[in-house]
């Protein structure tokens, strides 16, 4: 179903949604001193070097800070430091694609197959580009859609090289059901600039860079970055270089600052830059989340008794209910980088928690209950019962 099929519905839904109080009360926001002691103290507790947070409310930036080291040299981690900003990379790219919607560049469920001049599998094999001819035997590539790739209904696993063997290949029928796929992302960026001849750097450097002024924000290095940079620190506490990415990822390549980002976030929980209609279908629960945890991505599906009903699937987010009504988040995850971003629909209130430590994730609980309450966040799912402090 396009979106325009549910405008209507969607533009009565999203005022009326972000017109209801809240279900519960939320904290009083702290200033900007008691943001700093939360902020040091979850540095202590969690062994993390650095983070940077950012506290948006009624859809407007109100606190931005950034505490600890950058790197092993002990330089200060500042608002203005580039940092990897990992998968949030990916609800960027969904705002993104959001908008070539609404340009008229494709639609949400017309079939992939349509904007490309051959078949998927006669494309051939570029290094990090998508392992196409692996589906030369696998006719259910037609059936993939924007909106199952966004939702992670593709049925690819998180990425070809994952698999035993290194091959793509589909575990189930699109839109069976959840199962994070960056290697879905990498097709809908493949449609986007082979198919419609787009350069996707420069569509979300002008649709999202430029239009909210992220300034040190890019889709791949910048030799400006170099001098206000974050290394990162894994668990072990050993120190890991950033990587300067030469190649555009839709899964995620994105540098960006916790001061640019937080411009984003706010953007994005007000719905700047979309209809209503289409800024609400982000965030509809397209496909039910049915397993225990993220990872591992192929894992079986939870009975239905024990599911989290209110879980589910955006297009480049997660979406759930809880106290505070119902909210959206994304993480940003590898060795040495914990990223998370959490927004409550109702108040219009987000924390985005950006660290170069990825032992600073077991505090994100914490943080964002200071500042949210009891929000519903699926802590549990998003780090597989990872421990996380109190």
Not at 4 to 12: A, D, G, I, N, Y
Not at 150 to 179: C, I, K, Q, T, V
Request: glycine share 10%.
């Amino acid at each position: 179903m396009d979106i325009k099929s549910w405008r209507p519905l969607l533009v009565v839904g999203w005022w009326l949604l972000a017109a209801l109080p809240a279900r519960a009360e939320l904290p009083a926001l702290p200033d900007e001193a008691g943001l700093q002691r939360l902020a040091l103290q979850a540095l202590v507790d969690s062994g993390a070097q650095g983070l940077a947070m950012a506290v948006i409310d009624r859809g407007q930036v109100v606190r931005v800070g950034a505490w600890g080291r950058r790197n092993a040299a002990g330089e200060p981690l500042r608002t203005d430091t580039v940092m990897y900003g990992a998968s949030l990379t990916k609800a960027v790219f969904g705002y993104t694609v959001m908008q070539l919607v609404e340009a008229g560049r494709l639609t949400l469920d017309r079939p992939l197959a349509d904007y490309l001049a051959r078949p998927l599998p006669d494309y051939p094999y570029e290094r990090g580009y998508g392992r196409w001819p692996d589906l030369a035997d696998e006719p259910r590539w037609r059936q993939l859609t924007a909106r199952l790739l966004l939702s992670h209904s593709s049925g690819f696993a998180n990425f070809a090289f994952l698999e035993p063997d290194g091959r793509l290949r589909m575990h189930f029928d699109p839109g069976a059901r959840y199962a994070y796929s960056g290697e879905g992302l990498i097709l809908l960026q493949f449609v986007l600039e082979r198919g419609l001849g787009l350069d996707l750097g420069a569509e979300m450097q002008r649709r999202v860079f430029d239009r909210f002024g992220m300034a040190r924000t890019s889709m791949t290095w910048r030799d400006d970055f170099a001098a206000n940079l974050a290394d990162g620190w894994t668990e072990q506490g050993q120190v890991v270089p950033h990587d300067p990415r030469s190649r555009v990822r839709a899964a995620g390549s994105m540098d960006t600052t916790i001061a640019d980002f937080a411009a984003f976030a706010a953007a994005y929980v007000r719905g700047e830059g979309l209809s209503a209609a289409g800024a609400a279908e982000l965030l509809r629960p397209q496909r039910p989340i049915t397993t225990a945890s993220q990872f591992p991505t192929l894992q079986p599906e939870l009975p239905p008794a024990r599911r989290r009903a209110d879980l589910s699937a955006g297009l480049g987010v997660v979406t759930f209910s809880g106290p505070q009504g119902p909210g959206f988040y994304k993480g940003g995850h590898d060795d040495s980088t914990g990223n998370t971003w959490v927004c409550l629909r109702g108040p219009q209130r987000c924390v985005v928690i950006l660290a170069n430590d990825v032992r600073a994730e077991r505090a994100f609980g914490r943080l964002v209950a200071a500042i949210l309450g009891d929000s519903g966040v699926p802590w549990d799912w998003e780090y597989g019962g990872k421990p996380m402090l109190r």
